[in-house]
């Protein structure tokens, strides 16, 4: 096998990482344009990573599984956001409520992980398109079930959740009753700059069971079939049920993200939110280096910081750049949806590019013979 000199490599290494070099590139630029100071940018990262980085954190077992990004991972949100608008008709408060809501919205994750998984199996090569249609019908159920029947044929008593014909959850829900009620349970400042510790310990020993789930059983096998499933399958790997697990657990994981993402933000749209959680989470992913076959716990840190510097930074760069702030919410919105095309492409387009070179290869070695 021929050895890449170190050039080849350089040139490997910038095209693996493009899409982070150009971010780095695009906030280095429009950090001084948009005038924000040091201190405000680091507030805003370190909220925005105890806020999204637990749902991007998901995302890695599908994808260690071999069945690429979770678009079904919306699901997993959408049973956090049943069981806070539980915990908001009862009144319960605090990390009380979110530990309520967690536990309510469990089993209803892991119902739609299952569901989300059996009918994945059925589409094995076209795992994502098929989870992002999923997504759209079980969106549909979503807001069919919480607009006719919370309230009619599922009782909520709070006036404030009901719409006034008498059912039906209103289009925003109030949580300050557990706003940042997990961030703050372990106060901690320096320098001015607020940290929300109690929510990366949390992180933190998601980050390690990951790592420890990874070298497991479970995980070897799931490593396996990521790999290829054919030889998975002869070595007496249950394939089939062991990427059922994998979404499973990554939509239960997503449903506790959306959970720690609401309690910070103290607010939630009820028939949108999951939406957008899983399309930022997905482009954070990517922006940090991940592809739609390998992904890592710094990819996830890395493209959260990456992403949302973007996010902060690009509407006030583009109001000094051409008077409109609005420029930059168009341009923030393009590349949540265009990062995750070109993943698409990119992916699709080295696969065949490895059969291509596995075919070259096999060719050579027969003529070596």
Known sequence: MKTMN?????????????????????????IPISHFSIEYLVQEMLIRLSRNAFLVLSLLIPIMAGMGLNFGMVLGAMAGQIGLIFVSDWHVAGVYGMTLAAIISTPLAILFGWLCGTVLNKAIGREMVTAYILGFF????????????FGSVVPIHSPELVLSRGYGIRNVTNLDSMRRSLDTLIPLQIGGIEIPLATFLVIALFCVFIVWFRRTKLGQDM??????????????????????????????????????????????NTYNSHEQAGVFAIASLLVGGATVARASIFNVFAGVVLFHLMFV?????????????????????????????????????????????????????????
Request: aromatic share 8%; proline share 2%.
């Open 6 to 30: 170190t050039g080849e490599k350089v040139k490997l290494f910038l095209i693996r990482n493009a899409v982070p070099i150009v971010f780095l590139v695009v906030s280095a630029i429009a």
């Open 313 to 369: 930074v690009s509407p006030m760069a583009g109001k000094y750049l051409v008077g409109d702030a609005q420029i930059g919410e168009y341009f923030r919105v393009f590349v949540s949806y265009g990062i995750i095309s070109l993943a698409l492409v990119l992916h699709a387009w080295r696969r065949h590019a490895d059969k291509v070179r596995a075919r070259a290869e096999l060719r050579g070695d027969a003529a070596g013979a």
């Open 223 to 268: 490593r396996a079939s990521g790999e290829d499933m054919a030889v998975a399958h002869a070595a007496g790997i249950p394939v089939m049920r062991t990427r059922v697990i994998s979404i499973i657990i990554s939509t239960v994981l997503a449903c506790y993200g959306q959970i720690i993402f609401l309690q910070n933000v103290g607010t939630m």
């Open 138 to 149: 079980m969106n549909g159920v979503y807001q069919l079930v919480v607009l006719y029947g």
